[in-house]
Antibody, heavy 123, light 109 residues
Framework: EVQLLESGGGLVQPGGSLRLSCAAS????????MSWVRQAPGKGLEWVSG????????YYADSVKGRFTISRDNSKNTLYLQMNSLRVEDTAIYYC????????????????WGQGTLVTVSS | SYVLTQPPSVSVAPGKTARITCGGN??????VHWYQQKPGQAPVLVIY???DRPSGIPERFSGSNSGNTATLTISRVEAGDEADYYC????????????FGTGTKVTVL
């Protein structure tokens, strides 16, 4: 059974940093691209960042480029999102997402999602 | 930036057909994925690569994509289909990123 377990969310002040982690199990982690998707309270889905299977290619939404860094450790089956210079508008539930394939953009859709971790940016 | 536009809401009676559109410039040249999200839950993939269904998704869900519009069709709508639906594509241009549509709330009357 595929499981994606996010951690690291919480309350942080504007300008602060957080590191999200996603522990994956139930599939061959190193064979699939992974993404982070967020959803602000009462709003729609927003793709944040993606990384190909071996971590060689990373992609970012304009809204987080230069502030967030996605990475993965295939030896630990773990996906990360380092978030710096956080803004109030970054407040959202952050979902860890497994893509259907290994190499973005030919990685299809997201076939498994974690339950999300809440990040609140507020003074 | 590439924008995907969906109607905010669609209402449909049980047993009827719901059609949810996703508009984008030349979206027919891209692969479209569709997600269903119920309140308090993570999204679920219901259609990928325009018209393919993941295992476990009922045949009542189908997709099409041509020109500037992609469509998710839900036939014989059931109360359990009431949810938010989002389309998604990968955009390659001067920059590269996934884009989600604005989302459509489907209400079963």
């Amino acid at each position: 059974e595929v499981q994606l377990l996010e951690s690291g969310g919480g309350l942080v002040q504007p300008g602060g940093s957080l590191r999200l982690s996603c522990a994956a199990s139930g599939f061959t982690f190193s064979s699939y691209a992974m993404s982070w998707v967020r959803q602000a309270p009462g709003k729609g889905l927003e793709w944040v960042s993606g990384v190909s299977d071996y971590g060689g290619r990373t992609y970012y939404a304009d809204s987080v480029k230069g502030r967030f860094t996605i990475s993965r450790d295939n030896s630990k089956n773990t996906l990360y999102l380092q978030m710096n210079s956080l803004r109030v508008e970054d407040t959202a539930i952050y979902y860890c997402a497994k893509q259907q394939g290994g190499v973005i953009p030919a990685a299809g859709g997201v076939d498994y999602w974690g339950q999300g971790t809440l990040v609140t940016v507020s003074s | 930036s590439y924008v995907l536009t969906q109607p905010p809401s669609v209402s449909v009676a049980p047993g009827k057909t719901a059609r949810i559109t996703c508009g984008g410039n030349n979206i027919g040249s891209k692969s479209v994925h569709w997600y269903q999200q119920k309140p308090g839950q993570a999204p679920v993939l219901v259609i990928y690569y325009d018209a393919d269904r993941p295992s476990g998704i009922p045949e009542r869900f189908s997709g099409s994509n041509s020109g500037n519009t992609a469509t998710l069709t839900i036939s014989r709508v059931e109360a359990g289909d009431e949810a938010d639906y989002y389309c998604q594509v990968w955009h390659s241009g001067s920059d590269h990123y996934y884009v989600f549509g604005t989302g459509t709330k489907v209400t079963v009357l």
